[in-house]
């Protein structure tokens, strides 16, 4: 800023020019934002989280969620139980600006596991193909010790089934389960053509 000062003092006169450097100590940026849903993809019923991300302002920020996530944090969490893209907006304000962003989701249908009746049951070779690995319950061991358990669960029920049938036949026969696998090997040998 510039300035001209003139002193008079009867017929005499003088006159000076002076200056001064104005600087603005609170300097605003300009605000923006932008948003994210985490994960992108997901399932019915899993937990959607919808971040905020600003910049700039003129420090502090206030959030508003509107749309399908609605709340006033920075982060702010939902689940939908139906399928399709799911959109959330966030506004921003930072001591009078504010800034707008708009992020989405894709909610898939592999979350539910269907009940089958007689009327919607699916055509062969279809039935396998809605069941998903990650609707199994977390029971807090690893897929590798998951499936080693289940091999091993299910030699150990065909063993028990096994024994149930034999210890049925052998009573129906009227001998013992020992005499009973003994004649089944020798009918097996027989029918090879091979004698004991």
Avoid: H
């Avoid at 596991?113 to 193909?129: D, E, F, I, W």
């Avoid at 289940?150 to 020992?178: C, D, P």
């Amino acid at each position: 800023k510039n300035a001209t000062v003139t002193i008079r003092s009867g017929n005499e006169s003088i006159t000076r020019n002076c200056s001064v450097n104005i600087q603005n100590q609170n300097v605003q940026s300009n605000l923006s934002v932008y948003c994210v849903a985490n994960p992108s993809n997901s399932n019915i019923n899993q937990s959607i989280t919808w971040t905020a991300y600003a910049t700039g302002g003129n420090s502090g920020y206030s959030y508003s969620w509107y749309g399908d996530a609605t709340g006033s944090g920075q982060s702010v969490y939902n689940s939908y139980n139906t399928t399709g893209t799911k959109y959330a907006s966030v506004q921003v304000n930072s001591n009078g600006q504010t800034a707008s962003a708009t992020c989405n989701t894709n909610i898939n249908g592999n979350g539910n596991v269907s009940l089958y009746t007689n009327t919607n049951y699916p055509g062969p070779g279809t039935l396998a193909s809605g069941v998903f690995l990650s609707q199994i319950p977390y029971t807090g061991i690893g897929d590798s010790l998951k499936m080693t358990l289940f091999v091993l669960g299910m030699i150990l029920w065909s063993a028990f089934m096994a024994w149930i049938i034999m210890k049925k036949r052998s009573a129906k026969m009227g001998t013992n389960q020992a005499d009973l696998i003994e004649n089944f090997k020798r009918a097996n040998l027989a029918r090879k053509g091979v004698t004991a």
